[in-house]
């Protein structure tokens, strides 16, 4: 048996043994989601067991080194953990900005000190991140930004407002993209870190269009923000968020983008009947299906590739934007089918067979997809300038 | 196995694909079209092909072959679309080689050798008209003497005038039979017709044709599996070329924005055709992925295979059709000349489109296999 073979044994044995049954079912709701944090209160003790198992194994956040809470495994090691806990259907023990996004540019561009410091709590779920990039007159430009953090010697006092923060009225702290020198475009801005009950910060929630509010304004006023609280150095802050996004935009490719990857015709087969042939009984949205299929056929191949050339340094480093456009398109476009396989059930917005109108308000909600995190026109406008090379792009 | 080729097929690929880009690159096909050439491919390439043991490749090593898997086949075949080479290499080094070895028996001793050997190119018979539809096949076999008489009607017969040998399907009593069908058999005509890539198919007439019992390829009814093989072979060899064939559209339309001036500035400046690049670079990297896939799960022998090979023709399908289609539109009035080159690739993956299934059907299939 190959080292990996035996790994994948222990694995599963230690996820037969450790992972509750009620988190061997797929996430029906945010609710079912584990975001960890000061103030978070379980779903109930499944959920805070499988929780506490992982993070004393360092399965919260396997492929990180173990001094920093992590289980130090391998990109193999790591598949085939993912691998595994896919077989039995197990959810996520903790979903995180921290585990998403900062902790990978502290591994990057932090110091031994501060990786320490801040990834072991991201790792446990003690500390629930959120990230201010985007601000009301910065979305698609975003280094346009101009919360200011003007220097105070030892401190500094940030003024500002950031918009599209998720869960900042949740969160405990916030990376933050804060512009430090005026004169300076790209040279100018530092990635902060700070509290979000410091004195001065103030959160604002944004319904949306799916009648949620995941997204906030926060505000800034007079934040004094200590002069140790950043990354990398000051003023480059935007090679960090270059990175970030780069890793935000891999993240996406590796799994989110394309939604659930599986067949959408055969799950309407139950609600439309079929015909004598057996096929679905509505002979055009199936072949509108049936070509959705093969495009989430074939986006689950490119997938596997891309994240398979990724890991081994084979890709185009702004592939990864191709990933983002393709993947959220497509998701966008299945739940267009959604709707339209559900018909009218599928317009119910609360009632509780409806599970509160997830299917209106997911439908809904994926419309951001191809907005946050680089619209599919950045998207696209990054492919022609870097991978394909066309001129003045 | 990662999904990216790995050393020894990158080896191939360095040498397959300038020897194809230097010995029958387009303007090979050119001269042949413009010769009027009646074979449909050159003799001496072929040759050439055999020096390097392609016809081979898939061939088992016990036959003479180098017993190599689809995911090499398929760096070949890219090769061959990109410079839209006509070849007899996925008849009869993919298509036909496939449904041999799964057969294996007499058939398989007599012709895997000779395709390996470059003696012996092959056809498929199996389509009866003018769109692909394998489950409805109408030619019959019926016992006769020692063997079987063969009567009916074949589509489309790509190489079938010039084939040593055609391996036919053919309804038998109980299901269908695949038989090995030689060029000088009693009772066989075909009407080769000029397509519009300018490759040659035949309409294939089977006038009692009678072939001995060992003609059969496997066993007598037992066709079905050797006929999946064929197709998910050839299928996937299609895929592959038309990966080929666009790719080298959108290269070739790329380089065109990077060249062309209007109003002053460089086409590939303005965003609007910008957008539209770029879209099709992510088609065309979905479309090679899902090719590979295919590739692998074939190799593997894997049950997924079957649903992966659909999704993979039409997606190469899709992906190479908007090559061509926006190829031809940003190169403006000069796509539209026989001159330039682009136009000719519209054509071939017009011709490899309909090949062994078009989109349509293929999304069907893939309906089909996910139960609705």
């Known amino acids: 048996m190959s080292e990996l073979d035996a790994f994948r044994t222990e694995v599963r044995e230690w996820l037969e043994a450790n992972c509750p049954a009620e988190m061997r079912v797929p996430v029906r709701d945010e609710g079912d989601v584990c975001w960890g944090g000061r103030n978070w209160v379980f779903k109930n003790d499944a959920q805070k067991q499988w929780l506490e198992a992982c993070v004393s194994k360092g399965y919260t956040v396997p492929d990180w080194p173990k001094p920093y809470g992590g289980a130090g495994l391998t990109p193999e090691q790591t598949k085939v953990l993912k691998q595994e806990m896919k077989r039995i259907h197990a959810r996520s023990p903790l979903d995180s900005f921290g585990i998403w996004m900062l902790g990978p540019a502290l591994l990057q561009f932090g110091t031994e000190e501060q990786k320490v410091q801040y990834l072991n709590p991201i790792a446990r779920g003690e500390i629930r991140w959120c990230q201010g990039y985007s601000e009301p007159g910065s979305g698609s430009d975003l280094v346009s930004l101009q919360t200011f953090g003007d220097d105070k010697g030892d401190h500094w006092i940030v003024n500002g407002s950031k918009i599209w923060t998720s869960y900042a009225d949740k969160a405990d702290w916030i990376f933050c993209l804060v512009r430090t020198d005026k004169a300076n475009k790209y040279q100018g801005i530092t990635f902060m870190l700070f509290d979000m009950a410091s004195k001065g910060v103030t959160t604002k929630p944004i319904l949306l269009i799916s009648g949620n509010s995941p997204f906030c304004e926060t505000f800034f006023d007079d934040v004094e923000v200590p002069k140790t609280q950043f990354i990398g150095e000051i003023n480059r802050g935007w090679d960090v968020a270059k990175y970030l996004l780069g890793h935000e935009r891999e993240m996406i490719s590796g799994g989110g983008a394309g939604g659930d990857m599986v067949s959408i015709g055969g799950a309407f087969a139950k609600s439309f009947g079929k015909n004598a042939a057996g096929e679905l009984d509505d002979p055009i949205l199936r072949a509108e299906m049936a070509a959705f299929d093969v495009d989430v056929f074939a986006y689950r191949a490119m997938g596997e590739r891309f994240m398979d050339m990724w890991k081994t340094g084979r890709a185009h480093p702004a592939s990864s934007n191709m990933m983002k456009y393709v993947g959220t398109e497509l998701n966008k476009r299945r739940h267009e089918l959604v709707m339209s396989g559900g018909g009218s059930e599928a317009l119910e917005w609360d009632s509780e067979e409806t599970k509160g109108g997830a299917r209106a308000r997911g439908w809904l909600r994926t419309k951001a997809n191809s907005i946050e995190g680089g619209t599919s026109e950045v998207m696209l406008n990054v492919i022609a300038k870097r991978i394909l090379d066309l001129p003045g792009a | 196995m990662p999904l990216y080729h790995n050393d020894d097929q990158a080896m191939l690929k360095d040498s397959v694909a300038p020897f194809v880009a230097e010995q029958a690159p387009v303007s090979h096909l050119r001269k042949l079209r413009d010769s009027a050439d009646a074979t449909g491919f050159s003799r001496d390439l072929w040759a050439q ?260 090979v659909s999704v993979a023709k039409a997606k190469a399908g899709r992906a190479a059709n908007l090559a061509v289609r926006e190829g031809v539109q940003m190169h403006g009035g000069i796509g539209m000349t026989d001159e330039y080159d682009i136009g000719l690739y519209m054509k071939r993956d017009r011709a490899l489109a309909e090949y062994m299934g078009d989109v349509h059907y293929h999304i069907d299939q893939v309906a089909r296999m996910n139960g609705y």
């Open chain 2, 49 to 308: 092909f055999t020096e390097m043991g392609l016809p081979g490749m898939l061939v088992p090593e016990a036959h003479g072959g180098l017993g190599m898997g689809h995911m090499e086949a398929g760096i070949v075949l890219e090769e061959i679309g990109r410079n839209l080479t006509p070849s007899p290499f996925l008849s009869t080094g993919v298509g036909a080689v496939a449904a041999l070895a799964k057969a294996g028996g007499t058939q398989a001793g007599r012709w895997l050798p000779a395709i390996a050997s470059g003696e012996a190119i092959v056809a498929l018979a199996i389509d009866e008209g003018a769109k692909h539809r394998p489950d409805r096949i109408a030619t019959t076999a019926t016992r006769a003497g020692n063997g079987f008489r063969l009567d009916g009607k074949k589509s489309f017969v790509l190489h079938g005038h010039v084939a040593d040998m055609s391996i036919v399907a053919a309804k038998t009593d109980g299901g269908i039979t695949l038989f090995a069908v030689p060029k000088d058999a009693k009772g066989v005509t075909a009407d080769p017709r000029r397509l519009v890539d300018s490759s040659l198919a035949s309409h294939v007439t089977l006038d009692g044709v009678e072939v001995d019992a060992d003609a059969v390829i496997g066993e007598v009814d037992a066709g079905g599996e050797i006929l999946d093989a064929l197709l998910a072979a050839t299928r996937t060899g299609a895929a592959a070329e038309m990966v080929g064939v666009g790719q080298g559209a959108m290269d070739m339309t790329v380089n065109y924005l990077k060249e062309r001036k209007q109003f002053g500035k460089l086409i590939g400046e303005f965003q609007g055709l910008q957008h539209r690049a770029a879209h099709l670079y992510g088609e065309m990297e979905v479309a090679r992925a899902t090719v590979m896939k295919a590739q692998q799960l074939l190799d593997e022998g894997s049950e997924g295979a079957k649903l992966m």
